[in-house]
Each structure stands twice: as C-alpha cells, then as structure tokens.
C-alpha cells in the first residue's frame, strides 16, 4: 500500500470457533471493489490466504495493502517452528504497523520536507502550533483522513486450541476466542446478528458450524458490496482443508429450502463434512 487507493471496505470475513475450541470454520466472499477505480468484480481465486500449514489471513479494507503485510509476514513465520496463532496475530500486527507507517510517510510527511515520523516528531518543536497540530492529526487519523481503512481476521489452531484475532488500525490485535467467533467487513453487522440468534459458542459441532457460517455469509449478502461467491475452509490439528463445490452447492440447496433459523433447524441439516478436500 503505497498511497491510498480508495479500495473499498465492501466485503464479508467471518470465522467460527467449534467442536470444543478445536477448529475453526472460516468463509469469505470473492468480491473485489474500489470506489476509486470505479470497478467491482468477483475474481474467481479464493481470496482466504494461508500463512502456515494451520493459519488463515482474510482482510477487508484496502485491497492492496495485505499483498506486502501478508508476503512479510509468511516470511517470518515460515522460518518458526510451529508457532502459535498468538504469534503470528503478533507478527501480523507488527508488518501491518510497518505498512501504515511507511504509507503515511509517503503520503503525509514526505511531500512536506519531512524524511519519516521520526524526523517529524524531532522537528515538530520548531513548527507553529497551528501547523503541526493539522499534520499530526493527519498522522493520527490518517485512516479516517484519508478513507484508507484495512482490518484482518487471523484465525487458525495450535497446541492450546482454536484461535480467532483481529488486526486493525492503527496497529492492534484484539482476540476474539471469548466470543467464539467474529466478522469484519461491510456485511459484518447481517454476519453477526445471524450467528448471534443461534446462540453460538465454540462448543457447537463442526457440522453446525459450517451451517450457521454459511448462512451468516448468505444474510450478508444484504450489505452492498458482498459478492455472491463462497469459499469455506476448516481448520484443525490436521491443517486446512475447504469445502469443495459440490458441497458449497448443498448448502445453496438447503439455505433455499430451511425452514427457519433456529436451534431445531440445526438438527435437520445435512451432514457438510463429507467432502472435504485439502488445500
């Protein structure tokens, strides 16, 4: 992300926790859409990134930035040995950090004389209040300044469990696995009220989980710029594995012939684990 590129915050991630805090059930959209370049489009690769053989990266937001974050970070964690999805929420964090210091840089300090924030806070003293009030807080709200918006979901399982992070500006990792499960994107508030009408915990069973995460991301569909797409994965001590089409299509079916959404409806649905291949 070198300048703001008024990609869109359009889009729908949610993962789920289940089977006791053991996996995790994770969905996205394949939309892409940027107001700037006034397109939007569904691409036809799954945009859920792996990052170690039991961790998973969805991001919302600006659709560049998360290619050098993502690219720095599997670096990094590629020459750990089995690291923790702390770890790696941490790891994450810090090149998200990096990226969006180095874009405010760029777009803000630079073009006014000013070599990095470091420098700009050295010299700030000798500044009219006046104007390094206005570049400071351009600095501090540089997201909301400039509309440049990125927050990921990191999400896998390792040794203590199944884990569920955010990373957002300007730089921090809130854990998710009290709740069991989260969303981020423009279909997050549709996402969340579905999931939240089940009552869900992470005790729920696989099966149930694919369920109830499928069909938070089908209500999402609702908020402007979700796409029609669907990847699924599941995460376990035996690494990721996604749904394959013909499962994603007996959701579809069941999604068009349920009968409601609650509780009872889960005791009925089919069994969505058949046809899991890895990834």
Excluded at 245 to 264: M, V, W
Aim: aromatic share 8%.
């Amino acid at each position: 992300m070198k300048r703001p590129s008024g990609a869109s915050y359009l889009t729908i991630c949610l993962s789920c926790i289940c089977d006791e805090n053991k996996r995790v059930v994770a969905v996205m959209d394949r939309m892409i859409t940027s107001e700037g370049l006034s397109i939007e489009f569904e691409q036809l690769q799954c945009k859920i990134h792996t990052i170690s053989n039991s961790c998973i990266v969805m991001s919302a937001g600006d659709a560049l930035a998360p290619t050098d974050i993502l690219r720095e970070a599997q670096t990094e964690v590629g020459k750990m040995t089995k690291p923790s999805i702390s770890q790696i929420a941490t790891i994450v964090k810090r090149k998200y950090t990096s990226n969006r210091r180095s874009t405010i840089e760029e777009t803000v300090l630079r073009p006014r004389g000013f070599d990095d924030v470091n420098d700009f806070y050295e010299k700030m003293r000798q500044l009219p209040p006046d104007v390094y009030t206005v570049i400071d807080d351009q600095v501090v709200r540089f997201h909301i300044i400039y509309g440049v918006r990125l927050e990921m979901i990191v999400a896998g399982t390792d040794a203590t469990g199944a884990h569920i992070y955010q990373v957002s500006d300007p730089g921090v990792a809130s854990c998710f696995d009290g709740l069991g499960f989260h969303a981020i994107g423009s279909g997050e508030p549709h996402a969340v009220s579905l999931i939240t009408s089940y009552d869900y915990t992470g005790r729920f069973l696989l099966n149930q989980a694919i369920w109830v995460a499928y069909e938070a991301k089908r209500r999402s569909e609702k908020a402007p710029g979700v796409g029609k797409g669907t990847d699924i994965c599941i995460i376990d001590e035996s690494g990721i594995a996604h749904l394959s089409p013909k499962t994603i299509a007996c959701l579809e079916e069941a999604f068009s012939n349920r009968q409601s959404n609650d509780k009872a409806w889960l005791e009925k649905i089919p069994d969505f684990t058949k046809e899991i291949s890895s990834s």
